[in-house]
């Protein structure tokens, strides 16, 4: 499996993130995957922050990662596909939340259960995928967005 550290930024490949979560998961699950899932993908993409800004009354406000990041959902086959096929691209980061992951009480007890665990790839409920626009766009443009069917 790639690994994927820093997507490399330039003038003629912009960078795309989109986040996917599976279609039905509950509310408080799929918050939980977006918002794990974002801190990770930035952390490991290396996303720049915007700088800070001031509100008409002085009040200051810390940049937020200047990228956008839509979240789509698809059914659970469907994630796992584009899990294998955006995974297998040397110039994707790729990131997922799996079930393993979102029951486990710690990243130690995740580890140890997933090491035991086969196609652990099978049961994921979040993923996100960052790179170069055409390529993520090409994996992703027909999904729809969470809220809508």
Known sequence: MPMHQSIQRSEVTPVRVVLTVKTGLPLVHAVNAATV???SVGAAASLPLGPAG?????TRYPGIVTTPVPILHAPAEELTSLFRTANSDDE????CLTET????????DYLTTLATTNAADSNIIGLVI????SKV???TKRLPLLGTT
Do not use: F
């Open 137 to 139: 766009t090409k994996l």
């Open 37 to 39: 899932l974002g801190a």
């Open 101 to 108: 992951a979102r029951q486990a009480r710690t990243y130690d």
């Open 54 to 58: 001031n509100d008409a009354s002085g």
């Open 130 to 133: 960052a790179g170069p626009r």
């Open 92 to 95: 994707l980061t790729v990131l």
